[in-house]
């Protein structure tokens, strides 16, 4: 089983077709299940955001047809289609060279945006909504029904089977399940040997970064049915940073289902800490967008095959001020390379 430019789309333009919007009710059931909390109105929820230029432009695909092929230097995107055409092309880069285990990361409430600018709900609904475009664009519709989608629990599942997903030809699958004690925080350890299939040559795993548990699976799931076959495993927006800068993410439910989100040193979660040791260091990062608000603000920015560059906004253009082959740390671009840019 070979991955090859013809399993995928030929075409950068990203369609054009209208997801379906989720009614009110299943958002309700979503967040009852998914234990966040999360104010809103839902009209403004599931708003694809116009002013955002999600939806493709009428001129897009002429803007990338200048650029059939990678480029190292690739621009900041100027709109959430040029970005998901970039993490396209940089997908099929990495496939080309035989990557196994990849990640695409980029804010979902504006390009310019950083984690907990939007509600957690929002954050999530937008990536399920751009995973779904990603895949209408990147994967060969004869290739659909080899392609299973993990979400992080059942629940999410059956919420995208009435939206973004509704009707499609993916497998839709979960890596977590509730339990009896959920309300506490505690979910049942899904086995992954048990949900892939020997037809599946494509996982994504969409957003795992909610419960601490969910990157473990996703670990297991590589190990039990990646590593050492020719399947390929994209993680799509995990907020991996949390784990790379030490800080892990625990969420802990309280009294009238209110919810407070603190970091955590790593030696409460030595499980998590060691993927920076087992799973990471076989991780390549093909696309890659982190945003440092403030007076020296700028972007880390990565499109496979080239190199990590540090942008800082001028007059409305994004100039490179530092790259660099490898990956530097947060704490490095925020106190080191923007400050003396």
Avoid at 133 to 150: E, H, N, S
């Amino acid at each position: 089983m070979h991955f090859s430019n013809a399993n995928f789309a030929s075409s950068s333009a990203i369609p054009t077709a209208i997801l379906p919007l989720p009614s009110p009710n299943l958002a309700c059931f979503r967040i009852s299940h998914r234990k966040t909390h999360r104010s809103f109105l839902f009209s403004s929820l599931f708003e694809f955001k116009a002013r955002r230029n999600l939806r493709v432009s009428a001129n897009s695909s002429n803007r990338q047809s200048s650029n059939a092929s990678t480029d190292l230097d690739v621009p900041f995107p100027r709109d959430y289609s040029d970005l998901l055409n970039q993490a396209k092309k940089a997908t099929e880069a990495a496939l080309r060279d035989n990557k196994q285990l990849m990640e695409i990361e980029f804010p979902t409430a504006g390009l310019e945006s950083v984690p907990g600018d939007g509600e957690g709900g929002n954050e999530m609904t937008e990536s399920m909504q751009l995973i779904r475009q990603f895949c209408d664009c990147f994967i060969d519709p004869l290739k659909a029904t080899r392609t299973r989608v993990f979400f992080p629990e059942a629940n999410e599942v059956k919420f995208a089977r009435n939206t973004a997903f509704e009707g499609v030809s993916f497998k839709l699958d979960y890596l977590t399940k509730p339990s009896f004690f959920e309300d506490f925080g505690f979910v049942e350890k899904v086995k992954m040997a048990d949900r892939v299939k020997p037809e599946d040559e494509l996982f994504l795993v969409a957003y795992p970064y909610f419960n601490v548990n969910e990157m473990l699976v996703v670990e297991e799931l590589y190990k039990e049915a990646v590593q050492n076959t020719t399947r390929k495993l994209i993680i799509f927006n995990g907020e991996l940073d949390r784990i790379r800068s030490g800080c892990i993410l625990l969420s802990t439910f309280l009294l009238f289902n209110e919810e407070r989100v603190k970091d955590y040193p790593p030696f409460f979660y030595p499980k998590l800490a060691a993927l920076m040791k087992t799973l990471f260091p076989k991780m390549e990062t093909v696309y890659y967008i982190h945003n440092f608000k403030g007076q020296k603000g700028g972007v880390l920015f990565r499109c496979y095959p080239g190199p990590w560059k540090v942008l800082r906004k001028v007059r409305n253009k994004f100039v490179c001020v530092h790259q660099q082959e490898d990956m530097p740390s947060l704490k490095e671009v925020a106190l080191n390379i923007l400050p003396s840019s």
